[in-house]
Protein backbone atom coordinates (compact mmCIF):
# COMPACT_ATOMS: atom_id res chain seq x y z
CA UNK A 1 0.00 0.00 0.00
CA UNK A 2 1.63 3.66 -0.82
CA UNK A 3 -0.08 6.38 1.22
CA UNK A 4 0.60 9.85 0.76
CA UNK A 5 -0.38 12.08 3.85
CA UNK A 6 -0.90 15.74 3.24
CA UNK A 7 -2.72 19.04 4.27
CA UNK A 8 -1.73 20.58 1.08
CA UNK A 9 -4.23 21.03 -1.90
CA UNK A 10 -1.51 21.03 -4.28
CA UNK A 11 -0.32 17.10 -3.16
CA UNK A 12 -4.25 16.82 -3.62
CA UNK A 13 -4.50 17.78 -6.91
CA UNK A 14 -1.39 15.64 -8.08
CA UNK A 15 -2.74 12.44 -6.52
CA UNK A 16 -5.71 13.18 -8.12
CA UNK A 17 -4.11 13.71 -11.03
CA UNK A 18 -2.67 10.39 -11.12
CA UNK A 19 -5.47 8.49 -9.90
CA UNK A 20 -7.89 9.55 -12.61
CA UNK A 21 -4.87 8.71 -15.24
CA UNK A 22 -5.14 5.07 -13.84
CA UNK A 23 -9.15 4.56 -13.15
CA UNK A 24 -9.30 5.86 -16.78
CA UNK A 25 -7.49 2.85 -17.91
CA UNK A 26 -9.43 0.72 -15.51
CA UNK A 27 -12.61 -1.16 -16.68
CA UNK A 28 -14.17 -0.31 -13.49
CA UNK A 29 -13.44 2.85 -12.07
CA UNK A 30 -13.88 2.57 -8.09
CA UNK A 31 -12.61 4.86 -5.47
CA UNK A 32 -12.58 4.03 -1.88
CA UNK A 33 -13.83 6.72 0.33
CA UNK A 34 -13.73 7.37 3.79
CA UNK A 35 -14.09 10.61 6.45
CA UNK A 36 -13.17 10.66 9.85
CA UNK A 37 -14.70 13.02 12.63
CA UNK A 38 -14.81 13.16 16.31
CA UNK A 39 -18.81 11.12 16.14
CA UNK A 40 -19.36 12.50 19.48
CA UNK A 41 -18.01 16.41 19.06
CA UNK A 42 -20.25 19.12 17.24
CA UNK A 43 -23.21 20.81 17.93
CA UNK A 44 -26.72 23.09 16.70
CA UNK A 45 -24.23 25.80 16.64
CA UNK A 46 -20.92 24.17 15.97
CA UNK A 47 -22.18 21.29 13.76
CA UNK A 48 -19.62 18.30 12.89
CA UNK A 49 -17.31 18.92 9.89
CA UNK A 50 -14.95 16.45 8.80
CA UNK A 51 -11.32 16.32 9.62
CA UNK A 52 -9.56 13.62 7.55
CA UNK A 53 -10.82 12.61 4.08
CA UNK A 54 -9.39 9.12 2.50
CA UNK A 55 -9.37 8.09 -0.93
CA UNK A 56 -7.85 5.00 -2.09
CA UNK A 57 -7.68 3.60 -6.04
CA UNK A 58 -6.07 0.33 -6.08
CA UNK A 59 -3.25 0.11 -3.65
CA UNK A 60 -2.31 3.68 -3.64
CA UNK A 61 -4.35 5.69 -0.71
CA UNK A 62 -4.94 9.75 -0.18
CA UNK A 63 -5.13 10.64 3.80
CA UNK A 64 -5.90 14.58 3.76
CA UNK A 65 -5.90 16.09 6.62
CA UNK A 66 -8.69 18.51 5.28
CA UNK A 67 -9.94 20.57 8.65
CA UNK A 68 -5.81 21.68 8.45
CA UNK A 69 -5.81 22.75 4.89
CA UNK A 70 -3.70 25.00 3.42
CA UNK A 71 -6.63 26.07 0.52
CA UNK A 72 -9.45 24.42 -0.44
CA UNK A 73 -9.18 22.35 -4.27
CA UNK A 74 -11.32 23.12 -6.44
CA UNK A 75 -10.43 19.59 -8.33
CA UNK A 76 -11.19 17.90 -5.45
CA UNK A 77 -14.52 18.85 -5.75
CA UNK A 78 -14.88 17.59 -9.37
CA UNK A 79 -13.37 14.91 -8.72
CA UNK A 80 -15.91 13.91 -6.02
CA UNK A 81 -18.63 15.60 -7.55
CA UNK A 82 -19.51 13.85 -10.95
CA UNK A 83 -20.50 10.65 -12.35
CA UNK A 84 -17.18 9.13 -13.86
CA UNK A 85 -16.53 6.94 -11.36
CA UNK A 86 -17.98 4.73 -8.52
CA UNK A 87 -16.96 5.98 -4.97
CA UNK A 88 -17.82 3.20 -2.41
CA UNK A 89 -18.20 3.62 1.08
CA UNK A 90 -19.07 2.30 4.49
CA UNK A 91 -22.24 3.64 6.70
CA UNK A 92 -22.04 6.28 4.59
CA UNK A 93 -24.96 8.77 5.65
CA UNK A 94 -23.20 10.74 8.54
CA UNK A 95 -20.25 10.85 6.34
CA UNK A 96 -22.05 12.24 3.05
CA UNK A 97 -23.56 15.32 5.88
CA UNK A 98 -19.95 15.53 7.48
CA UNK A 99 -18.11 16.23 4.27
CA UNK A 100 -21.14 18.32 3.45
CA UNK A 101 -20.21 20.52 5.96
CA UNK A 102 -17.05 21.27 3.96
CA UNK A 103 -18.10 22.32 0.81
CA UNK A 104 -17.74 18.96 -0.78
CA UNK A 105 -20.20 16.73 -2.18
CA UNK A 106 -20.67 12.67 -3.41
CA UNK A 107 -22.99 12.11 -5.63
CA UNK A 108 -22.34 8.70 -7.39
CA UNK A 109 -21.54 7.38 -3.60
CA UNK A 110 -22.24 3.31 -2.48
CA UNK A 111 -22.88 2.08 0.92
CA UNK A 112 -21.03 -1.34 0.77
CA UNK A 113 -23.33 -1.50 4.18
CA UNK A 114 -27.10 -1.77 2.22
CA UNK A 115 -25.27 -4.16 -0.61
CA UNK A 116 -23.64 -6.78 1.43
CA UNK A 117 -23.54 -8.58 5.05
CA UNK A 118 -21.71 -11.59 6.37
CA UNK A 119 -24.68 -14.57 6.20
CA UNK A 120 -22.45 -16.22 9.13
CA UNK A 121 -21.93 -12.98 11.27
CA UNK A 122 -25.28 -12.76 13.72
CA UNK A 123 -24.41 -9.65 15.00
CA UNK A 124 -27.40 -7.16 13.56
CA UNK A 125 -25.66 -4.13 12.42
CA UNK A 126 -22.25 -5.32 11.09
CA UNK A 127 -19.27 -3.06 10.74
CA UNK A 128 -16.56 -2.51 8.30
CA UNK A 129 -14.06 -5.20 10.31
CA UNK A 130 -16.83 -7.74 9.55
CA UNK A 131 -17.13 -7.31 6.33
CA UNK A 132 -13.86 -6.42 5.49
CA UNK A 133 -12.55 -9.74 7.54
CA UNK A 134 -15.14 -12.06 5.92
CA UNK A 135 -14.16 -10.99 2.11
CA UNK A 136 -10.86 -10.52 2.73
CA UNK A 137 -9.02 -11.40 5.12
CA UNK A 138 -9.88 -12.41 8.84
CA UNK A 139 -6.91 -10.07 10.03
CA UNK A 140 -9.32 -7.41 9.01
CA UNK A 141 -11.37 -8.53 12.48
CA UNK A 142 -8.77 -6.54 13.93
CA UNK A 143 -8.27 -3.66 12.35
CA UNK A 144 -9.84 -1.19 15.00
CA UNK A 145 -8.64 -3.39 17.77
CA UNK A 146 -7.12 -0.35 19.87
CA UNK A 147 -8.28 2.60 18.46
CA UNK A 148 -11.31 3.90 20.80
CA UNK A 149 -12.76 7.21 22.04
CA UNK A 150 -9.52 8.73 23.12
CA UNK A 151 -8.18 8.53 19.62
CA UNK A 152 -11.01 9.53 17.99
CA UNK A 153 -10.35 12.92 19.36
CA UNK A 154 -7.63 13.32 18.23
CA UNK A 155 -8.33 13.81 14.19
CA UNK A 156 -8.55 17.82 14.19
CA UNK A 157 -5.34 18.06 16.28
CA UNK A 158 -2.76 19.74 14.41
CA UNK A 159 -0.60 17.85 11.55
CA UNK A 160 1.34 15.82 11.55
CA UNK A 161 -1.37 13.07 12.83
CA UNK A 162 0.24 10.32 14.81
CA UNK A 163 1.57 6.96 12.92
CA UNK A 164 -1.26 5.26 14.76
CA UNK A 165 -3.94 7.20 13.18
CA UNK A 166 -1.94 7.14 9.82
CA UNK A 167 -2.22 3.84 9.67
CA UNK A 168 -6.03 3.23 10.71
CA UNK A 169 -7.17 6.10 7.92
CA UNK A 170 -5.26 4.34 5.28
CA UNK A 171 -6.26 0.36 6.64
CA UNK A 172 -9.83 1.80 6.19
CA UNK A 173 -10.07 3.67 3.10
CA UNK A 174 -8.11 0.25 1.55
CA UNK A 175 -10.79 -1.85 2.69
CA UNK A 176 -13.63 -0.14 1.86
CA UNK A 177 -12.61 -0.14 -1.60
CA UNK A 178 -11.06 -3.92 -1.50
CA UNK A 179 -13.98 -4.99 -0.48
CA UNK A 180 -16.44 -3.32 -3.28
CA UNK A 181 -14.05 -4.56 -5.46
CA UNK A 182 -14.40 -7.66 -4.64
CA UNK A 183 -18.23 -7.35 -4.38
CA UNK A 184 -18.30 -6.29 -8.01
CA UNK A 185 -16.41 -8.89 -9.83
CA UNK A 186 -18.58 -11.27 -7.57
CA UNK A 187 -21.48 -9.90 -9.25
CA UNK A 188 -20.63 -9.75 -12.07
CA UNK A 189 -19.26 -12.81 -12.13
CA UNK A 190 -22.80 -14.25 -11.20
CA UNK A 191 -24.39 -12.21 -13.87
CA UNK A 192 -22.42 -13.45 -16.60
CA UNK A 193 -22.96 -17.10 -15.46
CA UNK A 194 -26.41 -16.55 -15.33
CA UNK A 195 -26.34 -14.64 -18.91
CA UNK A 196 -24.32 -17.60 -20.16
CA UNK A 197 -26.60 -20.30 -18.28
CA UNK A 198 -27.85 -21.98 -21.91
CA UNK A 199 -24.51 -22.46 -23.04
CA UNK A 200 -22.83 -25.81 -23.00
CA UNK A 201 -20.35 -25.91 -19.97
CA UNK A 202 -17.48 -28.27 -20.06
CA UNK A 203 -13.46 -28.02 -18.98
CA UNK A 204 -11.59 -25.27 -20.54
CA UNK A 205 -8.66 -28.11 -21.52
Same mark, same amino acid.
Given at each position: ??????????????????????? =????? $????????????????????????????????????????????????????????????????????????????????????????? =??????????????????? =????????????? $?????????????????????????????????? =??????????? $???? $???????
Amino acid at each position: MKVLYTNAASSVEEWITNAESSL =DSSAR $KIVGVDVEYDKLNGSYFSPKKADVIQLCVGTDVLVYHICHADERSEKLYEFLFGYRYTFAGFCVAEDRTVLSRSKYYIHNLKDIQAIWR =DPDNKKRLQGLKDVAGAII =DPIYFEMKDGFGR $KEHRMWADPPPLPPKHLEYAARDAYATYEVFRRL =DVFERGFFSLF $KHSE $KKRGRDW
